[in-house]
């Protein structure tokens, strides 16, 4: 991609050009079967989607009198985590092993010209996952790029188009990790779609692995 199509301060990312990587991005996605498609709102605006199922943790209080246990969870309990009811009994604070379900959609931000990386998690049994649960689904290793940045953005709000509530990874930063992707790339002479790379570095943060294969197969546009 060239430094006219990022803009050559900032590496901002016009609309049009999201457009057309998100093109490439699905084109390999739809050679591969792995699941992403593009949702169109009203035919004017869309966004890439795709869901996975995927092991994660579940934070709960189980009381003494209450706790179960079912095949679908292993529960992880230790004295530490023990804290006192309000009705004067004991809870154990639980870390469930489990199937999560997620849903991660991206979406193009007129206001930062970026991309950004809305998501969605819950358990098997539909029920949405706590920001706290989200935050212990997040590698310990991302966690601490997380609090002392560019990884410190992590909240939850209104998705723009479908008006519900998503956890976002905001791209107030974006311009922080991305323009040495892009500086090398042109250094080297090499065209870069800009959703790939800013996919590639974002998506293992909150559990969204990008195959090999799309570094080779996925071009930039003209």
């Known amino acids: 991609m060239s430094d006219e199509k990022l ?25 591969l079967g792995d699941g992403w498609s593009w949702r169109e709102i009203k035919g004017v605006e869309g966004y ?8 994660g943790r579940l934070g709960s209080l189980l009381s003494q009198h209450g706790q179960h246990k079912t095949e679908e969870y292993i529960d992880i309990v230790t004295e530490e985590d023990q804290v006192d009811n309000v009705d004067g009994g004991t809870c154990s ?9 997620y849903e991660y959609h991206v979406l193009y931000s007129c206001s930062y010209q970026a991309p950004v990386l809305y998501f969605r998690a819950s358990s098997m049994d539909g029920r949405s996952l706590s920001f706290e649960e989200v935050w212990n689904n997040v590698h310990p290793n991302y966690r601490q790029r997380l609090l002392q940045g560019p990884w410190d953005t992590l909240t939850q709000q209104e998705h723009p188009l479908l008006g519900q509530p998503f956890f976002m990874l905001h791209p107030c930063r974006t ?18 779609n800009y959703i790939l790379a800013w996919l590639s570095v974002v998506g293992p ?3 969204l692995d990008i195959p090999l294969s799309y570094s080779t197969a996925v071009t930039a546009p003209d």
Request: hydrophobic share 40%.
């Open 205 to 207: 943060v909150v559990g």
């Open 93 to 101: 604070v639980c870390e469930s092993q489990a199937v999560v379900h």
């Open 7 to 31: 803009g050559n301060t900032n590496c901002c990312l016009d609309q049009k050009t999201f457009y057309l990587c998100c093109q490439l991005f699905l084109h390999h996605s739809s050679v």
């Open 175 to 192: 311009e922080e990790f991305i323009r040495p992707i892009l500086q090398m790339a042109h250094s080297e002479k090499r065209r870069v």
């Open 48 to 55: 890439m989607k795709k869901t996975v199922l995927v092991p």
